[in-house]
């Protein structure tokens, strides 16, 4: 009796283990994810900002 209780208590504590382990190794993709978002969209801004700057700049002078 006392192994079957100890053999469930340590399948429990492993399936939560793998539970957190999932969940956190998706949140990490997630925030991944999002800082290259945000990378990336901030790359192009600063194009866009540049290409903007530089034609008005090229307008002005012409």
Same mark, same amino acid.
């Given at each position: 009796? #006392?192994?079957?209780?100890?053999? =469930?208590?340590?399948i @429990?504590s *492993?399936?939560?283990?793998?539970? @957190?382990?999932? @969940? =956190?190794?998706?949140? !990490?993709?997630?925030?991944? &994810?999002? &800082? %290259? #978002? %945000? *990378?990336? #969209? /901030? *790359?192009? =801004? !600063?194009? @866009? *900002?540049?290409? !903007?700057? %530089? =034609? /008005?700049?090229? /307008?002005y &002078? /012409?």
């Amino acid at each position: 009796m #006392f192994l079957c209780t100890r053999l =469930s208590t340590w399948i @429990v504590s *492993f399936f939560i283990l793998i539970c @957190v382990v999932c @969940v =956190s190794f998706i949140c !990490f993709i997630f925030i991944c &994810f999002i &800082f %290259i #978002f %945000i *990378f990336i #969209f /901030s *790359f192009l =801004s !600063f194009f @866009v *900002f540049i290409y !903007f700057f %530089i =034609s /008005s700049y090229l /307008s002005y &002078f /012409s």
